[in-house]
């Protein structure tokens, strides 16, 4: 079982980027699903959230700009920024809650983090 993100890269101020996080193995079910970042030299922080049923919520940094959504047939979670600003430039990671079946019933997930570089 496992996450993998993709889609980071350099973009310039103001541009955007499409982060995706597909979770993959023996998965019977994803609960919350989120985003999270760690800028150069700083503490990790959550980004974006979405729940099974599609609530959502924000950092206040990224509110209005980011904008998360999932896939759950595809068991995806997607990560859409726009007017991209160089405090964005972070490794960003997505984390999920899934049910594989264990004796401990929901186990949270780390995806292994892509970068993002906001540079002109």
């Known amino acids: 079982v496992q996450l993998q993100a993709s889609g980071g890269g350099l973009v310039q101020p103001g541009g955007s980027l499409r982060l995706s996080c597909v979770a993959s193995g023996n998965i019977i079910a994803i609960n919350n699903m989120a985003w999270y970042r760690r800028p150069p030299g700083k503490a990790r922080q959550e980004v974006a959230r979405?729940?099974?049923?599609?609530?959502?919520t924000y950092g206040h940094s990224v509110k209005g700009r980011f904008t998360i959504s999932r896939d759950n047939a595809e068991k995806t979670v997607y990560l859409q920024m726009n007017s991209l600003k160089p405090e964005d430039t972070a490794v960003y990671y997505c984390n999920a809650d899934l049910n594989i079946g264990s004796a401990s019933g929901w186990e949270n997930y780390w995806g292994q983090g892509t970068q993002v570089t906001v540079s002109s």
């Open positions: 979405i729940t099974s049923t599609g609530s959502t």
